[in-house]
């Protein structure tokens, strides 16, 4: 897709990128709901709005599904606008801010379109959010005369607003026809899969369309595509044990060369599944364990970046403590990581090898945002995801306000990037594994290719073996800096944050058996 | 929903073919062929299985949907979807005891099971459809097995039941196969035409939210069992309807809407003819707006015809059915009543499900065969005020051992006895005009400040659990007072609240004036599309009540289509 983007920092220089076309009717319907929002949203002796920020999104899903053979659908096409916004009352420094009830108000409208429907779903939307910031803002107050909080921060520390506009093509459709073909053509292999009970292959294509503004000038426009092949299989092993196996494969769009180049990656699993057919059951085992990109990606989100974002805690309402905050905030400076693996958060990148990425350029506060070093080569937590609302009295926003559960902004990460400073090829890094496991005089080691698809690697000669069965148990912080080595090859993962991290090598995890009962064999043979 | 049933009735269209005639073969229809052979062979190993899966069916249900929301000039939703779900009923034990019936606490597993959805079932390929119909029935077979183990473990614990009929009938064989073309709406027409009328609130400020919608579901379904029966029925639903909601300042809630049932878009109603609707649903929400409220008190009132269909449905029309006359955990009102006068001499009520259209419009509620495979036949559950009947699916109850074809069900719920075509006919009837007189006269003679009109009723609940009164409470729309001197008022916040052997035994007089209802109705098996057919009808007295407020205000400003005179 052509990007033409347009930054402007108030304030300061106007930096233009050709001449992309904001959406007149959106930002003209959030502007005059917003003024209106402004001077004339008030209940008599109460708090006025001080801040008021709205989105769009547009949201467009394409999919087909084929099984065996046979098209289905999970979901129609879909297309719909959802409205969301932020209205704040009180002041820079004491306003409804930063306080949470025990259930957090959370607010998207669904929307037709059309200027009027705007407006419409705007002043719904602002009249919900205004009398929800006036609630909060006087519990916040109670709050702190109850806590005896007398210094507290701020609730604002102010930035320059950004303006990014990127233009924004219409969507199309992809070619139905072919991808509804090419999907039935695969799926029906499953079926020479003899013991595969069900072999289902999906292709969606998601655009996310968002436009921003708030009342302080901030403002922008920005799209994303995607696209992706998901493949899962079905099946009994021959002891009962029932197996679901799926894995999605990014492409760049749904062309006849990225199907093609698809099929070879669907062999694959296909290879994997009948390594899986039959594969013992593995026992409990500690030691180095190799995880390929998939698998690291579990390990890191679970054990780093799911917990890495909520940066500045709420007030919340008979807590004192907010359990939601990141646990990270009390570390900045300490070495959480092995050294040698750098990681960054770039919310300004748009792709990496094709797939395209979320990119922001101003978050949903409008600020411009900024790369991060989440973790320097020294293996130290070196900043977080910050908005303006400050951590500490020295403050300043990186431009990390990001919608995190889709509703609520909050302190996020956007694209991170796993980066070794020394990455090892793959060989390289079973090399090594094997190293550690002779080192160890084990009879084998694992290598992890999602978090419960493990390979036996035997030490004596080096052969594989898949096992079934297996999960790795009690993770903790403590096995980040356990990590021995990275790869070379990264792999991009899509989620919240997009993760784009290599194979790593982990000195010691326990790796112990699921808890699973056989389910019984068919009463009647496939047909 | 354990302990009220809530059931509305939304106002949606129902449009079904005329004179439905059986028009194909059912074992030349592909989707049949392959769910029949499949069938056998997978029953014939799951009869000798122990326990025994001793009755299996499957059905298949082709359905194309669209959906149209607009509102303040623009298009929310414009979706066309075609999905084709397959379902399989393994009934595990015997009729006497099976994995179906209800457990003590008033639980009950869903026993059909949906296994997959399919957008296009190819012909070329009958072995993927095979598989999964395979699939589906392996799993439905284990989870009956186990459910029956659910239901045997309770019956040993539970107290002995009041009803010990069996758990099953077996459906009487049937062949039956008719299909129709699927309908090509004009979409965008309709498109263009909602969005111009969109724009009919503008300038008002009682409108705080309006809707404008349509909808059209269509399609055919295909029920094998092992019984050996083949049925191939099509439906068809199209709606167009629209709604504007207000609040006063005390917190009501008001609402006028109006939908329409039709078989094609072109016998919607003009543009013209909608916005003249339009604009006196906007009247009537004004003048509910500015309206007095109104004040607990008991009266005489008359139910207008629709309004009076909704009543039968809600306050009888569910306890007539079936399966609450068995299960401990229901109120049973009606249960020993069977012969027994419950009503008025003059008043009958049965449910004909097989009638297509009344006065030439329409009827959601119609159908051919239930969803368990039996053929719909009238049910007359009151006969010049005698109870006679109960409305059956294939679960017997107490002197009813045979289903008269109301086991119905939403995809992928279980079925229980549910209405189709409900009626109210009064055998003794006077113009409506003589019906007011009436009204005046007997407001008269009881001393009472005035009588009620309800106009329009919107829906409600019916509590019919044990342990809870058997109580109603309805929430009409639009109703108004006619005092003495005839002068008539419209009051808000009006609620009719009774109990059904009462209110039904106050009837007084009936109007000659039928009218139908088309909704869907809402309880344990889901959503099914029914319709209600009755006159209006003079009640000596009906229990008025306020409705319920809401605590949050009306928002601060006025909506932006109140205030925005023109396009933008």
């Known amino acids: ?527 | 929903m354990k302990k009220i049933l809530i059931c509305s009735l939304f106002l949606f269209i129902c449009n079904l073919a005329f004179g439905a005639q059986p028009n194909c073969k059912a074992t030349d229809q592909f989707p049949l062929q392959v769910m029949q052979a499949e069938l056998k062979r997978n029953f014939k190993t799951l009869k000798k299985q122990k326990p025994p899966i001793y009755y299996l069916s499957y059905t298949y249900t082709d359905q194309d949907t669209y959906s149209l929301w607009v509102d303040a000039n623009g298009i929310g939703d414009d979706t066309a979807d075609h999905t084709g779900y397959i379902e399989v009923t393994a009934r595990a034990g015997d009729e006497k005891t099976d994995n179906t019936r209800f457990l003590s606490n008033g639980d009950r597993a869903d026993y059909v099971y949906m296994r997959r959805e399919i957008s296009q079932l190819n012909e070329k390929d009958p072995l993927a459809f095979r598989r999964y119909l395979w699939n589906a029935t392996q799993q439905s077979a284990e989870r009956a097995q186990s459910d029956l183990d659910k239901v045997k473990s309770d019956a040993q614990t539970s107290a002995e039941r009041q009803d010990d009929s069996n758990d099953f009938v077996l459906p009487p064989k049937s062949s039956y196969c008719r299909t129709q073309e699927k309908v090509e709406a004009d979409t965008q027409r309709i498109k263009e035409m909602l969005v111009r009328l969109s724009n009919v609130t503008r300038g008002h400020k009682e409108v705080l939210y309006s809707s404008f919608d349509f909808s059209i579901r269509q399609g055919t379904r295909y029920f094998v069992d092992s019984v050996g029966s083949q049925i191939v029925t099509p439906f068809l639903w199209m709606r167009l309807s629209y709604s504007f909601e207000g609040k006063t300042a005390d917190g009501l809630e008001l609402m006028r809407s109006k939908s329409y049932d039709v078989i094609s878009t072109d016998e919607l109603p003009d543009e013209d003819s909608l916005r003249q609707d339009m604009e006196k649903s906007l009247a009537e929400l004004n003048e509910l707006t500015n309206a007095p409220e109104a004040e607990p008190i008991t009266v005489p009132t008359i139910l207008n015809n629709r309004a009076m269909a909704v009543f039968v449905h809600e306050v009888l029309g569910h306890r007539m059915e079936g399966h609450r006359q068995k299960q401990n955990s229901f109120g049973k009102t009606f249960t020993d009543k069977i012969g027994q006068a419950v009503t008025v001499p003059f008043i009958s009520i049965i449910d004909d499900a097989t009638l297509e259209t009344f006065n030439g419009k329409p009827l959601r509620g119609f159908y051919e065969y239930d969803d368990e495979g039996v053929k719909v036949r009238p049910v007359t559950l009151i006969e010049n005020g005698v109870l006679r009947e109960f409305l059956m699916g294939s679960s017997p109850i107490k002197g009813f051992s045979a289903s008269n074809g109301h086991g119905r069900r939403q995809i992928g719920n279980s079925p229980v006895a549910r209405m189709g075509v409900t009626r109210l006919i009064a055998s003794e009837t006077v113009p409506y005009e003589e019906l007011e007189k009436q009204l005046i006269e007997e407001v008269k003679r009881q001393g009472k400040p005035y009588g009620y009109v309800i106009d329009d009723l919107s829906g409600g609940f019916t509590q019919i659990y044990s342990g809870r009164a058997q109580v109603f409470k309805l929430t009409p729309q639009y109703v108004y007072r006619i005092y003495p001197d005839g002068r008539k008022e419209v009051v808000r916040g009006a609620d009719i609240v009774g109990t059904p052997l009462v209110s039904f035994s106050q009837i007084k007089a009936a109007a000659s004036d039928d009218a139908v209802f088309n909704g869907t109705c809402g309880a344990e098996s889901g959503w099914v599309p029914v319709s209600a057919i009755a006159p209006s009808v003079l009640l000596k007295s009906l229990e008025i009540e306020k409705t319920a407020k809401s605590s949050s205000k009306p928002p601060v400003l006025p909506a932006p289509m109140a205030i925005l005179k023109e396009s933008k």
Request: charged fraction near 25%.
């Open chain 1, 1 to 527: 897709m052509k990007r033409i983007l347009c930054l402007l920092l108030l304030g300061s220089a106007t930096i233009c990128f050709g001449a992309p076309v904001e959406n007149e009717v959106y930002f003209r319907a959030m502007k005059d709901e917003m003024n209106r929002t402004l001077k004339e949203l008030r209940l008599p002796g109460e708090a006025k709005p001080f801040y008021v920020a709205y989105w769009i999104r547009e949201r467009f899903q394409f999919r087909r599904e084929a099984s065996l053979g046979v098209l289905s659908t999970i979901t129609p096409l879909e297309q719909d606008w959802l409205v969301q916004g932020v209205v704040e009352v009180g002041t820079e420094q004491d306003s409804s801010r930063g306080f949470a009830r025990s259930e957090e108000m959370k607010i998207g409208l669904w929307t037709p379109v059309s200027y009027e429907a705007l407006r419409t779903q705007l002043w719904k939307l602002s009249n919900r959010l205004y009398l929800d910031s006036l609630e909060r803002y006087k519990q916040k107050k109670a709050y702190l005369r109850t806590k005896n909080i007398q210094n507290k921060l701020p609730d604002w520390v102010p930035a320059k607003q950004g303006v990014s506009i990127e233009e924004i093509t219409p969507w199309q459709q992809p070619d139905s026809a072919r991808l509804e073909a090419w999907l039935q053509k695969v799926s029906a292999w499953g079926k020479d899969v003899k013991f595969l009970e069900n072999f289902t292959v999906f292709g969606e294509e998601m655009r996310r369309n968002d436009y921003f503004l708030n009342s302080l000038g901030g403002k922008f426009q920005t799209t994303l595509t995607q696209n992706y092949i998901t493949v899962s299989a079905e099946f009994r092993q021959p002891d009962g044990y029932r197996e679901r196996e799926s894995r999605q494969f990014l492409v760049k769009d749904f062309s006849v060369q990225q199907l093609a180049a698809t099929e070879q990656k669907i062999q694959e699993f296909f290879t994997d599944m009948q390594a899986l057919y039959g594969a013992k059951t593995g026992e409990a085992y500690v030691g180095p364990v190799l995880y390929k990109p998939a698998a690291a990606k579990s390990f890191l989100k679970i054990l780093l970046f799911n917990e890495l974002n909520k940066t500045v805690p709420y007030f919340v309402q008979d807590n004192d403590e907010d359990m939601q905050a990141s646990p990270w905030r009390k570390k900045l400076g300490q070495r959480i990581l092995s050294p040698g693996i750098a990681i960054y958060d770039r919310p300004q990148e748009t792709e990496f090898e094709g797939i395209g990425l979320m990119h922001w350029n101003v978050d949903f506060e409008g600020v411009p945002t900024q790369e991060l070093v989440l973790v320097g080569k020294n293996g130290r937590l070196e900043q977080l995801p910050l908005g303006q609302r400050p951590l500490a009295k020295k403050h300043a926003s990186n431009g990390h306000i990001f919608l995190l559960d889709e509703i609520a902004p909050r302190e996020g990460l956007s694209n991170v990037f796993v980066e070794p400073e020394h990455p090892l090829t793959d060989e390289q890094m079973e090399e090594k594994l094997l190293a550690r496991c002779q080192e160890l005089e084990l009879e084998y080691c694992y290598i992890a290719h999602t978090s419960n698809d493990f390979e036996r690697v035997y030490t004596k000669d080096g052969h594989k073996e898949r096992i079934v069965g297996l999960e790795d148990a009690n993770l903790s912080a403590r096995s980040l800096r356990d990590i021995e080595a990275a790869g070379g090859s990264r792999k991009v993962f899509l989620g919240w944050p997009i993760l784009i991290t290599p194979s790593l090598l982990v000195n010691e995890v326990e790796v112990l058996p699921r808890d699973r009962k056989p389910g019984r064999k068919p009463f009647i043979a496939k047909p």
